[in-house]
């Protein structure tokens, strides 16, 4: 069965960095295309960024990029996240999602990130 | 930047058909796929290009994609069905795009 476990959310105050990781299980992770989907609180789904199974094709949003990134360690089926320049427009919960089929077929179930002073 | 637009709200009777429709420039030629999202939790995949439906999805999802709208049915409507649903469309130059979303209320 697949498993997305996102980690490493918390507080963190504008300008600061965070780190986020995502496990997972029940598939062979290095085969697949892997996102990073953030939701504000109350609000829609935003896409932030897409990654290859072997790391080499990276794609970001532009309201991210230059600040944000993604990375892999298919040795560890560890997708991750780095944030620098954090801002409170990034507060969200940040969902690992697993592409197939043209699609988001798996979801994490999410870590939240909250930036504020 | 490409923008799919959806209803904010869509209101049905238990047992009836609910549509929520999304629009985007030439959205039939690409591939969409519908999401529910219950509160509190992670969304869940419901519809993938266009019409296909995931095992352990009930037949009452359906989808179809045309021209600019793509619409997803739900027939038969049940309480269990309540939750905001979300298009999404994807090709080379969208990539993941969402729209804002859609409540469905069973009243």
């Not at chain 1, 970001?60 to 089926?77: E, I, L, P, W």
């Not at chain 1, 320049?85 to 798996?106: I, K, M, N, Q």
């Not at chain 2, 030439?26 to 296909?52: E, F």
């Amino acid at each position: 069965e697949v498993h997305l476990v996102e980690s490493g959310g918390g507080l963190v105050q504008p300008g600061g960095s965070l780190r986020l990781s995502c496990a997972a299980s029940g598939f062979t992770f290095g085969t697949y295309w892997m996102h990073w989907v953030r939701q504000a609180p109350g609000k829609g789904l935003v896409w932030v960024s897409r990654l290859r199974g072997d790391g080499r094709y990276i794609l970001y949003a532009d309201s991210v990029k230059g600040r944000f990134t993604v990375s892999r360690d298919n040795a560890k089926n560890t997708l991750y996240l780095q944030m620098d320049s954090l801002r409170p427009e990034d507060t969200a919960v940040y969902y690992c999602v697993r592409e197939d089929d043209w699609t988001g077929d798996y979801w994490g179930r999410g870590t939240l990130v909250t930036v504020s002073s | 930047s490409y923008e799919l637009t959806q209803p904010p709200s869509v209101s049905v009777s238990p047992r009836q058909t609910a549509s929520i429709t999304c629009s985007g420039d030439q959205l039939g030629k690409k591939y969409v796929s519908w999401y529910q999202q219950k509160p509190g939790q992670s969304p869940v995949l419901v519809i993938y290009q266009n019409n296909r439906r995931p095992s352990g999805i009930p037949e009452r999802f359906s989808g179809s994609n045309s021209g600019n709208t793509a619409t997803l049915t739900i027939s038969g409507t049940q309480a269990i069905d309540e939750a905001d649903y979300y298009c999404q469309a994807w090709d080379s130059s969208t990539l993941f795009v969402f729209g804002a979303g859609t409540k469905v209320t069973v009243l």
